[in-house]
């Protein structure tokens, strides 16, 4: 009896170790530092040589982050569904700690998933597009909606029609197979670098 308790004690502690370092592998991975390597998905640009947030997304499949020329692309990503779905962290500039609009830091990544964000404010993103612009802190999230327009909204209340959609107004209606009812592909890819 006693060599078969051992041997259960012992199972439970593997399995449990089992479980820690499955957790562990689930964990969010932190962001990456913006560097000059770092190009757009989208435009295909350098990411630095555009002001206003930035964004990056870090998939299960890939050892280097997807990076984006603005933080609405960074959500457009997550919402297309042709895009890679093994997302393991999303991560958006923190405005509220950017030096400037022009630098938005190389550093200061905020978890897109809570993040406070002001959309349709008079600030144009990396491309000269409507922008999505996070904030770790819902206080300056209001400030900056107050001095720029705009309103808050936080990850899950995202319209989907403002990130794929022009940004200033309502996307054209989904005909239910992935297209616009005009039957073109969407969202295509303008000649900006944006998601039209």
């Known amino acids: 009896m006693r060599i078969l308790a051992f041997a259960a004690i012992l199972f439970a502690a593997f399995a449990l170790t089992g479980c820690n ?25 350098n990411v630095l040589e555009h002001p206003g947030p930035k964004g990056q997304i870090i998939l299960a499949s890939r050892l280097q982050p997807v990076w984006f020329s603005s933080a609405r692309d960074t959500l457009s990503f997550t919402m297309l569904p042709e895009e890679a779905k093994d997302i393991r962290a999303i991560y958006v500039s923190d405005m509220g700690k950017a030096p400037s609009w022009e630098e938005p830091g190389s550093a200061n990544w905020i978890d897109a998933r809570k ?53 200033a107004g309502p ?14 592909a969407a ?3 303008s000649k900006a670098g944006h998601l039209d």
């Open 21 to 45: 370092d499955q957790k562990a592998a689930e964990a969010q991975p932190p962001p990456h530092e913006l560097t000059r390597q770092a190009m757009g998905h989208y435009c295909g640009m």
């Open 115 to 167: 993040a406070s964000f002001v959309i349709g404010s008079r600030m144009k993103g990396g491309m000269g597009a409507d922008e999505a612009v996070p904030f770790s802190e819902r206080g300056a999230a209001e400030k900056f909606a107050s001095e720029n327009g705009g309103r808050v909204v936080a990850f899950p209340e995202m319209p989907k029609d403002y990130i794929l959609g022009s940004g």
């Open 171 to 184: 996307a054209e209606p989904d005909d239910g197979e992935g297209g616009r009812d005009n039957g073109q």
């Open 187 to 189: 969202p295509a890819v």
